[in-house]
């Protein structure tokens, strides 16, 4: 790890920050692998059912890429396969909460879209500039706005790099909820927290059906719920979970 990526574990919760604030949390090839390796041990920790991603300072959750960096590239071939932070935080089987504080720009826009919940504090901005440089966004932007602002919401965004602000983002469905800055991690964490007390197996099991309901014909996206369905029900957890309501007492859960 690098300490330009910070990793802590609270109980189930993991917080992942971005901490290069006097560079707007703008992502280095080395910070890119830092996610990579992180994504990789929090995969791999059963004890954590819930990850926080957010960015160090007060001005930039992440501005994406550092342009000073992409020179670095000897190819647009290399560039192409480069280690991409965004594929990575998609690979997180843990549900994820973006914790967005101030600018989300570029490839931070793109990462906070492959986080499952997005919230933001009321100073928080929101651009695809790329445009504005010659190229377009490749970690999702498209994809991602078009499916949760809308088409023409996300036309205007990427073909005019201009940003939109937290209330705005907030009334297009981009995020869930506006905090003040103060109060942004602690709400993160505090939904995270709910997350992670509930059945660790249902929940990694449902955010692969939010994904098969974005990617799937319907029809396909029920029949592939119902077979999910069929699997949380025969864990140990739905037992208790059964057990629990019977008996009226919280579920103790156990990730079996």
Partial sequence: MTDEVTFSIDGHVATLTLNRPQKL??????????????????????????????????????CGSDIRELDRYDTAWNFRNREDYCDAIRRLRKPSIAAV??????????????????????????????????????????????????????????????????????AWGLVSEVT????????????????????PIAAETAKLNLAAAHALPVEQAIAYERDLQTICFATQDAAEGRAAFKEKRPPVFRRK
């Fill in 25 to 62: 949390n703008s992502v280095t090839p080395e910070m890119a692998s830092a996610l990579v390796a992180a994504v990789a041990r929090i995969n791999d920790d059963n004890a954590i059912r819930c990850v926080v991603l957010t960015g160090a300072g007060p001005k930039a959750f992440c």
């Fill in 180 to 199: 003040a800055p103060d109060a942004l991690v602690a709400r993160a964490q505090e939904l995270a927290a709910v997350i992670a007390s509930r059945a």
């Fill in 101 to 170: 504080n101030g600018y989300a720009f570029g490839g931070g826009l793109e990462t906070a879209m492959s986080c499952d919940v997005r919230i933001c504090s009321d100073n928080a901005q929101f651009a695809a500039p790329e445009i504005k440089l010659g190229w377009i966004g490749g970690g999702g932007v498209a994809a991602f706005l078009s499916h949760a602002i809308g088409a023409s919401n996300a036309a205007l965004m990427i073909l005019t790099g201009d940003p939109i602000d937290a209330q705005k983002a907030l």
